[in-house]
């Protein structure tokens, strides 16, 4: 894949799902139906597009320790919010209306561990490990030093007001367009054939 998609794509997909977040609730509640699921849906392809952004990062800041930390911490903050937005769905598809959603998301979250894993805890590991490369192209001097302080108010922005997201992600992505541009002319690490 062309690493210029992800990097568009991703904030592309992430500003979808916070218009159908909001629009959904226009009629003063979230979820369940159509909504709940094509914007959830969104973001899950945003997640998934974030995996290869972070290895490619990390691919830019040169592949040290550093960068490997932040990569693995982000992608493991990937999965715990796959999980999130997995478990959203589902519950959207077995509840008739939103109290019943609450009912089924309390059961979900007195699971021992369950809470931390996937909501409380987490998740963070996708926004530090984003922030942490981006960071560090920035002191390489491989993005303009602007450039993590768009992604930090794209992270800051959702926990302000939720309603916020399409805003955010539309400084993650003046912020990923020169990434995809950098990100483009670093060539990927060849794989190892073995004997």
């Given at each position: 894949?062309?690493?210029?998609?992800?990097?568009?794509?991703?904030?592309?997909?992430?500003?979808?799902?916070?218009?159908?977040?909001?629009?959904?609730?226009?009629?003063?509640?979230?979820?369940?139906?159509?909504a709940w699921t094509t914007g959830h849906l969104a973001f899950i392809a945003a997640l998934v597009l974030f995996v290869?952004?972070?290895?490619?990062?990390?691919?830019?800041?040169?592949?040290?320790?550093?960068?490997?930390?932040?990569?693995?911490?982000?992608?493991?903050?990937?999965?715990?919010?796959?999980?999130?937005?997995?478990?959203?769905?589902?519950?959207?598809?077995?509840?008739?209306?939103?109290?019943?959603?609450?009912?089924?998301?309390?059961?979900?979250?007195?699971?021992?561990?369950?809470?931390?894993?996937?909501?409380?805890?987490?998740?963070?590991?996708?926004?530090?490990?984003?922030?942490?490369?981006?960071?560090?192209?920035?002191?390489?001097?491989?993005?303009?030093?602007?450039?993590?302080v768009l992604v930090l108010i794209d992270l800051v922005l959702p926990f302000v007001d939720k309603?916020?997201?399409?805003?955010?992600?539309?400084?993650?992505?003046?912020?990923?367009?020169?990434?995809?541009?950098?990100?483009?002319?670093?060539?990927?690490?060849?794989?190892?054939?073995?004997?």
């Open positions: 894949m062309n690493p210029r998609i992800a990097f568009i794509a991703a904030p592309l997909l992430v500003l979808a799902y916070g218009v159908i977040r909001i629009l959904d609730g226009l009629d003063g509640g979230r979820g369940p139906g159509i290869p952004i972070f290895w490619r990062m990390r691919s830019m800041a040169g592949r040290n320790a550093l960068s490997t930390v932040s990569a693995v911490a982000g992608t493991a903050g990937i999965v715990a919010l796959l999980a999130q937005f997995g478990i959203d769905i589902v519950v959207g598809f077995l509840s008739a209306d939103r109290a019943g959603m609450g009912v089924l998301f309390e059961r979900i979250q007195d699971v021992p561990g369950v809470s931390i894993a996937v909501y409380d805890g987490g998740p963070f590991l996708f926004y530090l490990g984003q922030l942490a490369l981006v960071v560090q192209l920035a002191v390489m001097r491989r993005v303009k030093a602007w450039t993590p309603d916020l997201i399409p805003v955010g992600a539309v400084f993650l992505l003046v912020s990923f367009v020169p990434l995809a541009r950098e990100a483009a002319a670093v060539p990927a690490k060849p794989a190892t054939v073995l004997a």
